[in-house]
């Protein structure tokens, strides 16, 4: 069927629009049934794409371990992830907002929702393996909330097979919603089906899904690049807020910055909202699921200065003014601003 600007859908409308023009609609069903979908390269990106994110890790690798931060030796019976990646290659910020992985997450999140973490796994040869669980990882609660909180997704640099050590998945877990039990993790954990899949493909799921990974039987090292997105309003893993610079944000696009959380209303001080920078935030950049504050997943134009960095707030500072009155003086600002057609800072 045709899709048009339904505002009783919200930003659903647009994205399953443009899911649909990348074809993906397959992988929304298989999220559906069965709590995990995998993305082939020819819809995630070029091979180009695929290399560059490949070579930055190794650099990164080497960067961080030294000459034999790449060797198999070092690996050997290791399975490690590889914390707060983002910055250490402008790639790796534009695979954050790669239309399918970013396309799928906002999906299952809602289209506001921010980065909670970019990692990458190395894993060498040997025994060493995830075990089986999910992501919702709050022990005191036994029935999870029927809404996905976060949702993961893993761009795969090597190819992945059991062998290989990959990713493995209990399919259809994502509907019990609840956490394994450590005689259900030992049952599924040699039974979970394995990701068999080329290098540059994705795999996205939910965190109800239980998943783990299997040993690597093969040489050489299995690599992942991953980025962990969270419903808004949730703690992010990784402190991107307090540490994206103003040129990271002119360099992406002005989704970025909805994604690095910099118009956030939170936390509050004793002078209570921003609201005056958020009503001037571009769409994207803010929380919001209308359908007015979509953020086409095509849009790839920096933002060069239409975002900016967050504020340096004194949260123990108050003006004395009460919040309707600090909100009135800034909605006079606003139209005056909107009338003289000045720009929004």
């Known amino acids: 069927m045709e899709i048009g600007d339904w505002k009783s859908a919200g930003s659903v409308a647009p994205l399953y629009a443009e899911l649909r023009q990348l074809g993906l609609e397959t992988n929304l069903a298989e999220l559906d049934a069965f709590g995990f979908t995998v993305v082939p390269p020819e819809k995630v990106g070029p091979p180009e794409f695929y290399q560059a994110v490949r070579e930055a890790l190794e650099r990164t690798m080497v960067r961080r371990y030294g000459e034999d931060g790449l060797a198999v030796e070092r690996w050997t019976n290791v399975n490690d992830i590889q914390r707060f990646m983002l910055w250490e290659d402008p790639v790796f910020e534009k695979l954050s907002y790669n239309p399918a992985g970013l396309g799928l997450a906002q999906y299952l999140l809602g289209t506001d929702c921010v980065l909670s973490l970019c990692a990458a796994w190395v894993k060498g040869p040997g025994e060493v393996r995830t075990g089986i669980h999910g992501d919702y990882l709050d022990p005191a609660i036994q029935a999870q909330p029927e809404k996905v909180i976060n949702c993961n997704m893993h761009f795969m640099l090597t190819n992945y097979s059991k062998d290989d050590g990959a990713i493995s998945f209990v399919p259809g877990s994502h509907k019990w919603r609840r956490q394994i039990t450590p005689a259900e993790a030992e049952k599924w954990k040699d039974e979970a089906v394995p990701v068999e899949a080329p290098a540059g493909s994705m795999v996205v799921w939910g965190n109800h899904t239980w998943h783990g990974s299997y040993p690597k039987k093969t040489p050489g090292l299995r690599m992942t690049l991953q980025c962990e997105y969270m419903r808004r309003r949730h703690q992010p893993e990784e402190a991107y807020r307090e540490t994206v610079t103003q040129e990271a944000l002119d360099r992406n696009p002005i989704r970025f910055a909805g994604l690095m959380d910099v118009y956030s209303l939170f936390p509050f001080g ?32 920096p933002a060069n200065g239409r975002t900016t960095i967050r504020p340096r707030y004194d949260y123990m500072n108050h003006d004395g003014k009460m919040t309707s009155q600090r909100n009135q003086e800034r909605t006079e600002m606003r139209k005056a601003r909107e009338q003289r057609k000045e720009p929004a800072i």
């Not at 002078?271 to 919001?288: C, I, T, V």
């Open 270 to 301: 004793k002078n209570d909202w921003d609201l005056d920078r958020l009503a001037d935030a571009e769409p994207g950049a803010k929380g919001g699921q209308s359908i007015t504050q979509y953020r086409s997943l095509f849009d790839m134009e």
